[in-house]
């Protein structure tokens, strides 16, 4: 069945420092793929999306490229703020009707 | 254009009783899911619900039920709570079937003691 496997947290950065966050998939067909942050106390919100292999989601400064040969789609920003302090879900959706989310990475941005 | 949203926010049950969520889909969706986060995890896909019939199920046993009504709301059911139930419930709703773009609720707490 469809997985995602994403980098273990918690991860701790310092104000402008490079993110990244690890994201592999197993899955049939040609799944859409997303990440979704939940900031403390929120739901989640849809950050960004690809729907193909080798397009580029991006939003708020972060982006993720859709490599079907790596079957990856790793989050990088290059210059986090402390606002950007949550947790980060990769997620996935087949030829069906759900989200398969991975675990969630806990990222903390300090001053 | 409203967003999608929950009640109650919090929910406190014990361990036996039956709990009821409702949700209101964004305007315009006509899809609903439920999602079950338990501390520390990802959302765990319960169902889903189009045009007010299921449209799938994830691996939840049948005390988890739902309904979808002709303004395209949605109400989680659960019977014979157990601990582990305790988890945030999200209903995301979306426009269609393709399994893209969900947009989530804030969620409901449930805490089973």
């Known amino acids: 069945g469809d997985s995602v496997t994403q980098m273990e947290g918690p991860v701790t950065l310092s104000e402008e420092a490079f993110l990244t966050i690890n994201c592999t998939y197993t899955?049939?067909?040609?799944?859409?793929l997303f990440w979704y942050v939940q900031y403390p106390g929120e739901g989640l919100q849809l950050l960004l999306k690809?729907?193909?292999?080798?397009d580029k989601g991006s939003n708020k400064g972060f982006e993720a490229t859709y490599r079907k040969e790596t079957t990856s789609f790793h989050l990088e920003k290059g210059s986090v703020q402390v606002s950007d302090s949550a947790v980060y879900f990769c997620?996935?959706?087949?030829?069906?009707?759900?989200?398969?989310f991975g675990a969630g990475t806990t990222v903390t941005v300090r001053a | 254009e409203t967003g999608v949203t929950q009640s109650p926010t919090h929910l406190i049950k014990t361990r036996g009783q039956q709990v009821t969520l409702r949700c209101s889909s964004q305007?315009?969706?006509?899809?609903v899911s439920w999602y079950q986060q338990a501390l520390g995890q990802g959302p765990q896909f319960i169902f889903q619900?189009?045009?007010?019939?299921?449209?799938g199920r994830g691996n939840f046993p049948p005390r988890f039920s739902g309904l979808q009504f002709p303004n395209y709301s949605s109400e989680l059911n659960v019977n014979a709570l157990e601990l582990d139930d305790s988890a945030l419930y999200l209903c995301?709703?979306?426009?269609?079937?393709?399994?893209?773009?969900?947009?989530f609720g804030p969620g409901t707490r449930l805490t089973v003691l």
């Open positions: 619900y189009y045009r007010e019939e299921e449209n």
């Open positions: 690809a729907t193909k292999a080798d």
């Open positions: 305007s315009g969706h006509n899809t």
């Open positions: 899955a049939t067909g040609y799944p859409s």
């Open positions: 997620a996935l959706s087949s030829n069906d009707y759900k989200l398969s």
């Open positions: 995301a709703s979306s426009l269609g079937l393709d399994g893209d773009t969900q947009y």
